[in-house]
């Protein structure tokens, strides 16, 4: 990461050794050995080797980051908390910890513990100062069937077919994360065409998603055989079109239209009178892009969201929803016409 030109990448996935410290083999109730992740990479020597090594890999992570970009971490609660410490210590500014509920868990074969059934991402921004950094609202809305996005995300591990298996039948890499879990990341906080930096690559998960979703990606991996298998497994990825792939823009990216450019387009008159959905409530326009009403609370004058809120006697109103025009097979909110505008501009 040192060698990598500074402010060069847009995100971060960071995949680190778990610092597991297992004290032997893992036995199923038959006496069966588990295939747990016992290799040299997640071995330290004690907690101060892991944590200047997650020190050091931190620091040159954000030198690298853009300063809008972001980046994301994945742990255990053997090392996340100390994950944590360490992000905050160096500048990063936390925005989410996300809960990765497996669906399909590994059991506690000892039955000394809960089931771990989860892991924990923390999601960063370069720091506290940033305000613009790339998150998919609406993208990771519409996943979700139209409800916002929680923080806890129910994904299974990596199993069947996708799971990457020797010439031995065996595993290639211990701990290979979803697609699906690098699909949502990716997602929510990179476009097409930005560039995904994973310092520790091992099968190339985030590169075949980063790949397919039409992402620029770099990885980092040291063991040769895991170097390997991504390899084989990225050049096999064909991205998808570039339609295909774009986010449900924003409301916040889209152009602002003033009330009043619905008048002068011609899409509303002066003295055409709005209602609210029910026809209850009424309002007259005004060709200085105003409305005006009267009811037993008195006498409104101003904008859609003023005399909206004045008519309901609330705090506060949202015009472009409450308010509705008369069309062809009944009333239909201002905001219709709005849309309209946008689509010329």
């Known amino acids: 990461m040192n060698s990598l030109p500074v402010g060069s990448v847009d ?33 330290f020597d004690d907690f101060d080797r892991y944590d200047a090594f997650t020190r050091a890999w931190l620091r040159a992570a954000r030198r690298v980051l853009k300063p809008e970009g972001t980046l994301w971490v994945i742990g255990s609660y ?41 892991e924990t991402l923390i999601w ?41 298996k020797g010439e031995d039948g065996k595993k290639v890499h211990p701990t290979q994360k979803p697609e699906a879990l690098l699909f949502r990341c990716l997602m929510t906080a990179s476009n097409a065409g930005d560039t995904i930096l994973d310092p520790f690559f091992g099968t190339g998960t985030t590169g075949a998603v980063a790949k397919r979703l039409r992402r620029h990606f770099i990885g980092l991996e040291r063991d040769e055989a895991y170097a390997a298998a991504a390899r084989k497994r990225i050049e096999a990825i064909q991205p998808l079109l570039i339609e295909d792939v774009a986010p449900k823009p924003s409301k916040r990216s889209e152009p602002r239209v003033p009330f009043g450019l619905l008048i002068e387009a011609g899409l509303l008159h002066p003295g055409t009178v709005l209602s609210d959905h029910s026809g209850r409530l009424h309002a007259r326009v005004r060709a200085d892009g105003t409305l005006s009403a009267a ?30 025009f008369d069309a062809e097979g009944g009333r239909r909110p201002i905001d219709h016409l709005r849309r309209q505008v946008r689509a010329r501009l």
């Open 78 to 118: 053997h090392n996340i908390f100390r994950i944590g410490t360490a992000l905050q210590d160096q500048g990063y500014w936390l925005l989410n910890d996300i809960v990765w509920r497996k669906s399909n868990p590994m059991p506690n074969f000892r039955g000394r513990r809960f089931t771990n059934a989860h």
């Open 11 to 43: 995100m971060v996935f960071a995949d680190p050794p778990y610092n597991l410290q297992l004290g032997g083999d893992l036995l199923r109730p038959d006496n069966s050995k588990v295939d747990a992740v016992d290799d040299d990479w997640d071995k």
């Open 124 to 164: 960063a921004a370069r720091d506290r100062k940033v305000k613009r950094y790339t998150f998919n609202y609406e993208a990771m809305k519409e996943l979700n069937e139209g409800l916002q996005m929680r923080s806890d995300w129910l994904l299974p591990l990596c199993t069947g077919g996708e799971r990457l």
């Open 295 to 324: 009811n037993a609370l008195g006498e409104h004058r101003g904008s859609i969201h003023q005399v909206g809120a004045a008519v309901q006697g609330a705090p506060a109103c949202n015009g472009w929803t409450f308010w509705h």
